[in-house]
């Protein structure tokens, strides 16, 4: 069983359409990051959230951290065939000296 | 700018065979990570180090050795290969241990085992 589970696994839409990816967990953080992994490269952070109920936005991407630091979501709107790729969600708990834990990750698919 | 480059790309062993594999980073980041990725498991962090000469065993250590000598470099060595150490290995850098600090990861090395 995972410390991080990401919901759906894998989501395949059409251009245009909207989605959201979820990661959830019984622990607390201290803060969660998410990585969008493209094939044959590394994860690279796009946001990390540290406030319970911190919303960021990066351009049609936002993220959204639970009001108890335990779950966050990625919510992508008018998505584009170029937001295709791996997403992941990594949550760090302090008393752990803040190494990350990584969700399964969401393999997203945006056709065109 | 290299960030964090990491050699082989690609290996095929035996089971039973011996490689190392190496990281290297320029950003002069104190912390570094080895995890390895299977399909639906995310990354699972094998080993770490928190600064030159020290090594901490991760979530999945068994099977695998780590050294840093360097703090530039940061090694993981198979002393005895096994199918089942048949993954995707990604190095990961960062400059601090601060929960908000981004990890920089290299673009992985693909490593089978017959």
């Known amino acids: 069983t995972q410390l991080l589970e990401q919901s759906p696994q894998f989501l395949s839409i059409q251009e245009g359409e909207n989605l959201t990816v979820y990661c959830n967990s019984s622990?607390?953080?201290?803060?969660l990051q998410w990585y969008r992994q493209e094939p044959g490269e590394g994860p690279v952070l796009l946001v990390t959230?540290?406030?319970?109920?911190e919303v960021k936005k990066l351009k049609r991407l936002t993220f959204q951290f639970g009001d108890a630091r335990k779950d966050s979501s990625l919510h992508i709107t008018a998505a584009q065939p170029g937001d295709t790729g791996l997403y992941l969600c990594?949550?760090?708990?302090?008393?752990?000296?803040?190494?990350?834990?990584f969700g399964g990750g969401t393999r997203v698919l945006v056709k065109p | 700018n290299a960030g964090v480059t990491q050699t082989p790309k690609f290996r095929v062993l035996k089971t039973g065979q011996s490689m190392t594999l190496l990281c290297a980073q320029d950003?002069?980041?104190?912390?570094m990570y080895w995890y390895r990725q299977d399909p639906g498991m995310g990354l699972r962090l094998i080993h770490y180090?928190?600064?030159?000469?020290?090594?901490a065993k991760g979530e999945v250590p068994d099977g695998y050795n780590v050294s840093r000598l360097k703090k530039q470099n940061f090694l993981l060595g198979l002393e005895s290969a096994a199918p089942s150490q048949t993954s995707v290995y990604f190095c990961?850098?960062?400059?601090?241990?601060?929960?908000?600090?981004?990890?920089?990861f290299g673009d992985g090395t693909r490593l089978s085992i017959l």
């Open positions: 990961a850098s960062s400059f601090h241990r601060d929960s908000n600090q981004p990890q920089h």
């Open positions: 622990s607390v953080f201290s803060s």
């Open positions: 959230v540290v406030t319970g109920g």
């Open positions: 990594a949550g760090a708990i302090r008393a752990a000296g803040n190494k990350l834990t």
């Open positions: 950003m002069n980041h104190e912390y």
């Open positions: 180090s928190v600064g030159e000469g020290t090594t």
